[in-house]
């Protein structure tokens, strides 16, 4: 089992709707954090979770949420879509020193 | 804030020969990590190598080796004896090594490097 799960893998949404990515963790780590990725990009954050208490914008969290639920879930909210949301969603979990990746959700906004 | 550049949208190498990438960073901070992250087609993120700031030793995991430049600010990805399973997007990645007590955390990434390998 993947040590990084997030679902849905893929997604097809319209724009307006609200949108829950979701991710859990079993690598027992406090840090998680939400990125982006568009094409020529690279990856930008989002959120990102020191604990259960502390959460954290990144650099480009307008239009998302966050929620974290337990040390092991986190959870990003786009409470309305729209098209320029389609993206890869990425969560990563840490402790010390690199990230740990889950396998992306693809999210498309019609 | 830190910034991530790979001045390289693409590179080309034959099968079996060998290939860097560039990556070049801009910090104020001594102490970091830095990182070169494959992204395969099936776009998983898988974490190719490392290297901590304080370490003047270049890390190495069997045919990937990096030359970290300090003072230069450079972190270059060495691939040796490129394979077609090389074929992948690569990213280099930035993070301070201030963990604790709060303030910004998570990678700052350079846009990519898109790697073919020619068989």
């Known amino acids: 089992d993947a040590d990084v799960t997030q679902t849905p893998r893929n997604r097809i949404t319209k724009t307006g709707k609200r949108i829950m990515l979701e991710c859990s963790q079993t690598k027992g780590h406090d840090r998680m954090y939400w990125y982006r990725q568009d094409p020529g990009l690279g990856l930008q954050l989002i959120y990102y979770s020191f604990d259960v208490k502390d959460i954290n914008k990144g650099e480009i969290s307008d239009g998302y949420s966050v929620s974290r639920q337990a040390q092991a879930k986190f959870s990003l909210s786009l409470e309305s879509a729209i098209p320029n949301q389609t993206a890869l969603y990425f969560c990563?979990?840490?402790?010390?020193?690199?990230?740990?990746f889950g396998n992306g959700t693809r999210l498309t906004v019609t | 804030a830190q910034t991530v550049t790979q001045s390289q949208p693409e590179m080309s190498v034959q099968e079996a020969e060998t290939v860097t990438l560039s990556c070049t960073y801009d910090t104020s901070e001594s102490d970091y990590y830095l990182f070169w992250y494959k992204q395969p087609p099936s776009r998983q993120m898988i974490l190719v190598i490392r290297?901590?700031?304080?370490?003047?030793q270049n890390a190495t995991e069997n045919r990937f080796s990096v030359n970290f430049q300090k003072a230069a600010k450079s972190f270059s990805l060495k691939i040796s004896d490129s394979q077609l399973g090389d074929a992948a997007m690569y990213f280099c990645?930035?993070?301070?090594?201030?963990?604790?007590?709060?303030?910004?955390?998570?990678?700052?990434f350079g846009k990519g490097t898109h790697l073919i390998i020619q068989p």
């Open positions: 990563a979990t840490s402790d010390n020193s690199p990230l740990h």
């Open positions: 990645a930035y993070r301070s090594a201030r963990l604790v007590g709060g303030g910004a955390d998570g990678l700052t």
């Open positions: 290297q901590e700031a304080y370490k003047q």
